[in-house]
């Protein structure tokens, strides 16, 4: 059972910056894959960026393509989601996610899942 927990959100302005953190239990965490997702009020879950066991291999949604990075440090056994020149509509709740899978964006292939952490963009 892998335990995830994030942190670094809040409320920022257009333009700004915030940078996640997903801190997992398991010492096996670089056997996961990680995904960092999105939901706003009305809105699907949205996968946002995701990157490999080793993370020689990242994603990232058109979206958000050029603005954030993932990152992964598998000593700390932490995930981050650096998040650049923030738009209003980027304002979600966003969790990470973590699969056995090598590297997958399917969402049903991501088994654990944190609780999240709200990130609102004031315009």
């Known amino acids: 059972q892998v335990q995830l927990v994030e942190s670094g959100g809040g409320l920022v302005q257009a333009g700004g910056s915030l940078r996640l953190s997903c801190a997992a239990s398991e010492r096996t965490f670089s056997s996961y894959s990680m995904g960092w997702f999105r939901q706003a009020p009305g809105k699907e879950r949205e996968l946002v960026a995701a990157?490999?066991?080793?993370?020689?291999?990242?994603y990232y949604a058109d979206s958000v393509k050029g603005r954030f990075t993932i990152s992964r440090d598998n000593a700390k056994n932490t995930a981050y989601l650096q998040m650049n020149s923030l738009k209003h509509e980027d304002t979600a709740l966003y969790s990470c996610a973590a699969s056995p899978d090598l590297r997958t964006t399917r969402t049903d292939r991501y088994a654990y899942w944190g609780r999240g952490t709200q990130v609102t963009v004031s315009s």
């Open positions: 990157i490999s066991w080793g993370a020689g291999t990242t």
